[in-house]
């Protein structure tokens, strides 16, 4: 803090993928793996065609007769969206020379089309440090906005007769005693922040800088990615300086160019429209696929007999220019338009088929999916049937599926026996803390197997009839971990609050994060607050926020749970912002429904004078500290936190700044909310000795291990240990220190993985804070480590709405597919100089490093996902 899964199955085959990226109607995804070559064949079936009104007609397990007449018919428009990338350069340029008007000038341009503005503010001769300060209103351009008290931002506008350069131009006086102008591009309508190597861009204009290498130095140039792209030096364009001149005092102000590459996403609109009709005289079912999509489109598809749900491939002939893929399904290219206008393809299937699985595939890594349910197009063939007439599918009753019901019920049996088992020993303490390990593991698995089959589409409507009890799962089952296959995005950066609307712009991207395989978020905190960050939170009932209102953060959470994730708050616990002042001036009375005094405050706070007992914790400065020891405080807070749950429908917490208060009170607020999941925030440093990091830290995540026991395992921690280590391996090419001495991981997961929530980044560590960032450019070898690695994944909402996505996504299917869960158990196979490679439950093997590493043995292993220092290897089924 600072200042101011469920497991869906996959698509027959195992390649595709089963969890992408959401955009609008579409489901846009990343391919997990690639079929080996040699596993698929073509198979040119053309006596196996038709011809139907002029047309041609492929065939799929017919006989060869012709389709005489259409009888009833059924269609259905699935809308889709595209991402496509559009690439163009920014550029900065320092005019030193005064113009007519006797005006120096800074210009930031760029040639992409969007809504940029720049967000900057200046920094004054003799200043230290990084703060920012508005500059004079002379200075500003026209149209510029105060933010705060520290910083202007100012619309770019398209040059006439420019082809879409946007430029905006600030002009400054020769002998200003500004010494640098600070700024980051934005742009507007998704929120994109583009920065200089994960800090400000800093254009020096007079006299010395300090807080870092001005830009215009000779030397790479890297940046934050934000939501739409990412910004990058371009090829062959250093900076250029231009003359300069001397200003008063003999500061010298220099004139230089420099330009850099933008990638930018943009999303196009399209549509698939699936058509069924029945032949009166055959009784065999026409399937027409009609789409605007252009280029080369493959549908992957199967289909299923008896609601089974079950994909199958139908007996040959199949159409034109159809391989088999993994004998599981096929795969067939759609055929152009004559007018160029996208693809269609047309099958003939016998009625002895009820349903049809597809999915749209574009090109090795793109995959478009049903956006309603975040799985696979399904079209049931009955329908033609049961309605006699042409209408939208969704008008037609769901049908139920009944598989897997007696499955269902044998696992919470188990789960039933097992708890009456534990209650009548309810009296009795286990001694032996292997027995207690083992029971605990047999109680998530049996919990993690039925959330597996709650949450799996292919159960279809049967899934809200399934008779299973939260409450026996939830509450010991599940503590701290959910379900253990959980992965978390964090909805929010330190920029979130700044439009006001969060929580509805938050609620569009659910879906999407459904889609992409999510079973949490962590939304930001709901409270009145000092700083609009929400961390420094005033009156705790009072959720109308700078992120949104009441009525918008219930909203974003039903929709949330309407899209199968659920949605943790960010609760505050440890500090509160006094409305009152007490006789000798100090802020340390409260208001509000919480209307504590001074006896809320901890004793050894030394700046709020507090009436407490002395703090169990460590003390953060900026606020009242609360003494937890106070049971009128305690129970305050337990009665706060069991609303939230019921008034907004929060699931469970992430808690911020554990280390100021013991955990055995957080105990006392999590068995009091029975939150589904629950995840503290304890950082403080890691071990190093005369600057260098040590290579055991074992002090360090004992603590975090600690806190968590203290807990009594109701929360799980981030495992900053895990991520302090990541660093030092990346960025040194020290991937030896990713195995400790015992040869398990290094960081909480390596003694505690069910309770260790692993991240990379976050919003104090990067964001526009960039208290602590993740090494540039080897975000995805630590996605790699993370989302293939026991413990619960956590993923920062910036890099998921990055130039990063696709390959996260594919990390998660990945994850998903193999089912690597919290408890997941790892073999380390290298940990060296510039290589580490692990297997995890004998099914997946991954490599990070620059060293080449191929897994070897008898089995059979298939690279799924590879980039730069980075490999995946799934075992071949």
């Not at 994109?192 to 007079?206: E, Y």
């Not at 291990?705 to 495992?719: E, P, Q, R, S, Y």
Request: charged share 25%; net charge negative; glycine share 10%.
């Amino acid at each position: 803090m600072s200042v101011g899964s469920g497991c869906v199955p996959a698509i027959p085959g195992a390649a595709p993928p089963t969890r992408g990226r959401l955009l609008g109607g579409a489901f846009l995804q990343v391919a997990a793996a690639r079929p080996r070559a040699g596993r698929c064949r073509a198979t040119q079936q053309h006596e196996g065609r038709v011809r139907l009104g002029g047309r041609v007609v492929a065939r799929a397990g017919a006989a060869e007769t012709p389709v005489a007449g259409a009888g009833a018919a059924f269609s259905e428009k699935f809308p889709l969206r595209r991402c496509q990338t559009v690439e163009g350069k920014a550029w900065v340029r320092v005019d030193a020379e005064p113009d007519g008007d006797g005006k120096c000038k800074v210009v930031v341009g760029c040639d992409v089309a969007g809504k940029w503005v720049l967000h900057w503010g200046v920094s004054y001769d003799g200043e230290h440090g990084s703060e920012w300060d508005q500059p004079p209103s002379e200075m500003r351009p026209p149209g510029s906005v105060p933010i705060k008290d520290y910083a202007i931002e100012t619309p770019l506008e398209i040059l006439p007769n420019s082809e879409g350069r946007y430029e905006v131009q600030i002009k400054f006086d020769k002998d200003t005693p500004i010494a640098a102008i600070n700024f980051v591009l934005k742009e507007e309508e998704t929120g994109a922040w583009f920065q200089h190597k994960g800090r400000d861009f800093r254009i020096p204009l007079s006299g010395s800088l300090d807080g870092g290498v001005p830009l215009g130095a000779d030397q790479d140039i890297g940046v934050w990615p934000g939501d739409l792209g990412h910004l990058k030096k371009h090829e062959g364009s250093n900076a250029k300086p231009q003359p300069g001149g001397t200003g008063l005092s003999g500061k010298h102000i220099s004139g230089f160019y420099q330009e850099f590459q933008i990638i930018k996403s943009e999303y196009t609109q399209n549509f698939v429209t699936v058509t069924v009709k029945r032949d009166n005289e055959t009784h065999k079912r026409l399937v027409e696929f009609d789409t605007d999509i252009p280029g080369e489109v493959v549908i992957h598809w199967g289909v299923c007999r008896d609601n089974s749900m079950t994909w199958e491939i139908p007996p040959e002939p199949h159409p034109p220019t159809t391989k088999i893929f993994r004998q599981k399904a096929l795969q067939t290219l759609l055929q152009q338009k004559d007018d160029g206008r996208g693809n269609s393809l047309s099958l003939l299937l016998d009625a002895e088929y009820s349903g049809l699985f597809f999915v749209l595939k574009l090109d090795e890594y793109t995959w478009l999916r049903n956006l309603e349910n975040g799985s696979d197009f399904f079209i049931s063939l009955t329908k033609v049937e049961q309605r006699g007439s042409a209408q939208d599918l969704d008008k037609v009753e769901p049908q139920k599926v009944e598989d897997k019901s007696s499955q269902a019920d044998g696992i919470i049996s188990d789960i039933r026996n097992l708890v009456v088992g534990l209650s009548s020993r309810r009296g009795q303490r286990a001694k032996n803390k292997v027995l207690q390990e083992d029971i605990l593991q047999e109680i998530e698995r049996l919990a993690a197997e039925a959330y597996s089959i709650f949450r799996s589409p292919t159960i279809g409507s049967v899934e809200a009839s399934v008779d299973l009890d939260d409450s026996l799962i939830a509450k010991p089952a599940c503590s701290g971990t959910g379900s253990g296959f959980e992965i978390l995005c964090q909805g929010f950066n330190w920029e979130s609050h700044k439009s006001g609307k969060w929580y509805v712009e938050l609620g569009t991207k659910a879906k999407e994060l459904s889609s992409l395989g999510f079973t949490i978020v962590w939304s930001p905190p709901p409270t009145d607050s000092v700083s609009p960050e929400g961390y420094m939170p005033r009156d705790l009932y009072n959720l109308n926020s700078r992120y949104g209102t009441m009525d918008e953060l219930k909203e974003l959470v039903k929709i949330f749970h309407e899209s199968g994730i659920k949605v943790l708050g960010d609760a505050v616990l440890n500090h509160r912002c006094a409305q009152f002042q007490n006789n000798n001036g100090v802020w340390n009375i409260f208001g509000g429904r919480m209307n504590w005094d001074d006896r809320a405050v901890v004793a050894d706070d030394p700046h709020f004078q507090g009436r407490g007992n002395k703090s169990s914790g460590d003390n953060f400065h900026a606020a009242p500290n609360i003494d937890h020891s106070q049971e009128f405080v305690r129970n305050d807070l337990k009665e706060w936190l069991c609303w939230m749950r019921k008034e907004v429908g929060y699931d469970g917490w992430r808690l911020d700044f554990v280390r100021g208060f013991w955990g055995g009170y957080v105990k006392d607020y999590l068995e009091a909310s029975e939150p589904y999941f629950a995840v503290g925030e304890y950082w403080d440093s890691l071990s190093y000795t005369y600057g260098e990091m040590d290579y055991n830290q074992d002090a360090h995540r004992q603590r975090i291990v600690d806190w968590i026991n203290a807990t009594n395992g109701t929360a799980g921690a981030f495992d900053v240990t895990t991520k302090g280590i990541l660093h030092a391996a990346l960025e040194r090419s020290e991937y030896w220190r990713l195995s400790d001495e015992k040869g398990k991981p290094p960081g909480v997961l390596g003694w505690w993985p069910s309770r260790a929530v692993t991240f990379i980044e976050n919003h104090d560590t990067g964001s526009t804070q960039g208290h602590w960032r993740f090494p540039y450019g080897m975000e995805l070898q630590g996605y790699a480590y993370i989302l293939t690695h026991p413990g619960t994944p956590a993923v920062f909402y910036d890099h998921i709405f990055s130039h990063l996505q696709p390959e996260i996504a594919k990390f998660i299917n990945i994850r998903q597919r193999q089912k690597i869960h919290c408890r997941s158990k790892i073999k380390i196979l290298k940990a060296e100089r510039s290589l580490y490679a692990a297997e995890i439950d004998e099914k997946l093997i991954m490599k990070i490093g620059s060293e080449h590493f191929e897994p070897s043995g008898p089995q059979n292993w298939i690279v799924a996902a590879e980039g730069q220092d980075y490999k995946i290897w799934e075992l071949s089924s």
